[in-house]
């Protein structure tokens, strides 16, 4: 996700929905999400742990902790973690 030039967006919350879990270990560990003011410097914002389950999945940020960037992604180093 991009948001425009010049502009950042604040997160107070991350939501992801996954259809199917065969296996937790392809995710758990494996799979960040991470935000980037430039696009190629990424910074991890959490990781996916034992909790990631089926269905919706939510990370929250306190107020004084929400990240503010331009570009946003779920990244995995492994073939199926994202």
Known sequence: MAFKEDHVGYLSTAKWFITE???KTVLSGVTTFQGSDDDSTWTDLFTFDDNVHEG???YNWEDDEQPAYRYYRFYGTEDGSC
């Open 21 to 23: 879990i065969s296996d």
């Open 56 to 58: 919706w999945n939510y």
